[in-house]
């Protein structure tokens, strides 16, 4: 029986009396893809000529196995050699254009997908300190929640608990309403006094009355999240109920997020507008206030501008948020509180045109820094399902939409200061402690209802010579929205059932909804009885209405 050679690994033994010269003309033939059987005879005798057996001890080389060898140097695997690029992109050369755009940009989308995660994942840290909710409420666009006039109201409150140096760092010394009508993308800021003389309704360190400021550290003591939104939430009621507004939200921040909101934008440019008599030489309009120049020894001058547009970067924009005119000299701030809310009021509109712009939100710096700013220094209880909600109000509300409602001077004469149980106080012009002409006043700005907007007084007289009649009728007008100027008696004279009559011109809303209440004309010929009180409408009850 013949024996079998086995293969070991994969590996067949050699067999013996095996020709070197037969295994180089296969290998050489394989290599070059040739016939081994085309060889020329010539060369085939040669070649075994120049060979000895294995097996005789000796192995012979030929000539033409040497040259064989040589020649299949050149045949076999070519080196290859490096071009350059014509672009000098190494690794590029062999692809198309197409090829090199697509991998180009899955490039660019792995970066910015990356760096769109990192951003989320700050946006999601921060919102975890500023917002109430989880992570799923981030996919959710839940709109924010309206009182009955279509308004969402915000009750925003500053403290300098993060200043060390600052006495009384818990007070509220910063405080705005903040109103958005969603649907037509608009804002109100209303400036609430910080000395606004209240009474707190429960024992705080000054009593059961004092300024308005006190409220918010009173409410809730110890600084635990739980207690924060207690005090948010008591501050809303407390400040909605003197103001006659329904107040959704509340927000506290900190002296720091002015500052470094500022900053992370890159500075802001507010109009600077000084009010008050200003010393020799010094331009009209300049403000000074060295109550904060003690920081830098008194060799410098932290709030100190001529009128007109300034840029600022966070620490200065800080200080005007807070200037009053404290320390002498000073200039230019001669309503003390109520020129320093005016500033806040263009600073937070200032910061809100530049967060918005274009310049800001393609800057991944900017908007990390505003990220860090906002999680850092702010608490609210909005929702997290209601954040991009707020963000797109806060790209969508152009700056001529936003206004300033102001409470105090000539045209708007709510609020004025004085003297009250010793101490320099903010009260309502109609008496301390008197809130009814403020919420008629704010009740008018924020109404859907067109007829409380136009604000034109009704005056009611009464031609029926029964007590009272007038003073009903004028109840129901005001349930509807009117605003009711006097009520009084009539002239003697004939009278229809119902006259009303109109003073001057405009008013459409307030004259349609009188002619459809009373379903009547309203005359424009000169009334019996003069307008009390600039009146813009005057009815008169010439018979008792039936009993319903």
Request: include cysteine; glycine fraction near 10%; charge should be positive.
């Amino acid at each position: 029986m013949a024996h079998k050679n086995h293969s070991i690994d994969g590996f067949v033994p050699r067999r013996q009396n095996n020709n070197l010269g037969d295994t180089a003309a296969r290998q050489s033939s394989s290599q070059n893809g040739a016939d081994f059987k085309s060889r020329r005879p010539r060369e085939m005798a040669q070649q075994a000529q120049g060979t000895r057996s294995v097996s005789s001890g000796t192995i012979g080389l030929s000539r033409s196995d040497i040259d064989e060898s040589l020649r299949d140097i050149d045949t076999q695997n070519p080196p290859t050699t490096k071009r350059k690029s014509k672009k000098g992109l190494r690794g590029f050369s062999h692809l198309t254009k197409k090829q090199i755009a697509k991998r180009v940009t899955i490039v660019l989308a792995a970066l910015l997908l990356i760096i769109g995660g990192w951003i989320a994942y700050r946006a999601f840290s921060a919102s975890g300190n500023v917002f109430k909710g989880n992570l799923l409420g981030l996919v959710q666009t839940k709109p924010l929640k309206e009182d009955a006039n279509g308004r969402s109201n915000i009750l925003l409150l500053g403290t300098s608990e993060d200043d060390p140096g600052h006495p009384g760092g818990m007070l509220t010394d910063s405080m705005m309403i903040v109103s958005i009508n969603q649907k037509d993308k608009s804002v109100s800021m209303v400036s609430i006094p910080r000395d606004l003389y209240v009474k707190y309704g429960q024992a705080c360190d000054s009593g059961y009355e004092g300024k308005i400021n006190v409220y918010f550290m009173c409410t809730e003591t110890g600084k635990t999240p739980e207690n924060e939104q207690t005090r948010l939430a008591n501050s809303q009621k407390f400040v909605g109920d003197i103001f006659g507004m329904d107040i959704q939200y509340g927000v506290h921040v900190n002296n720091s997020v002015i500052k470094d909101a500022v900053n992370a934008v890159g500075g802001i440019e507010v109009d600077i507008e000084g009010n008050g008599p200003v010393p020799a030489g010094v331009k009209p309009g300049s403000i000074l206030d060295r109550n904060f120049d003690w920081r830098c020894q008194y060799k410098c001058n932290l709030v100190k501008y001529e009128p007109g547009v300034h840029k600022l970067d966070g620490k200065h924009a800080r200080f005007l948020a807070m200037a009053r005119g404290d320390a002498v000299p000073t200039y230019g701030i001669a309503d003390s509180n109520f020129d320093r809310e005016k500033n806040q009021q263009k600073i937070i509109i200032a910061l809100k045109q530049k967060a918005a712009s274009s310049g800001t939100l393609t800057d991944i710096g900017k908007v990390t820094g505003l990220i860090d700013a906002f999680g850092n220094n702010l608490r609210t209880n909005f929702e997290t399902s209601e954040i991009r909600t707020l963000a797109n109000l806060g790209t969508d509300i152009e700056p001529g939409n936003i206004k300033t409602i102001s409470l105090y001077g000539d045209e708007n004469p709510i609020m004025t200061s004085g003297n009250y149980g010793g101490a320099s106080v903010v009260m309502p012009s109609a008496g301390i402690f008197d809130y009814s002409e403020l919420r008629s006043f704010l009740n008018q700005k924020f109404s859907k209802n067109p007829v409380t907007r136009e604000n034109a007084a009704v005056d009611v007289l009464n031609a029926t010579g029964v007590a009272g009649v007038a003073q009903t009728s004028a109840d129901k007008l005001t349930e509807a929205g009117f605003v009711v100027g006097s009520v009084a008696n009539a002239p003697a004279g004939k009278y229809a059932a119902i006259e009303v009559y109109q003073v001057g011109e405009g008013n459409p809303a307030t004259k349609a909804k009188l002619e459809s209440t009373y379903n009547v004309t309203v005359k424009t010929t000169s009334p019996p009885a003069l307008p009390i009180a600039d009146a813009k409408f005057i009815v008169i009850i010439g018979k008792q209405p039936a009993q319903n």
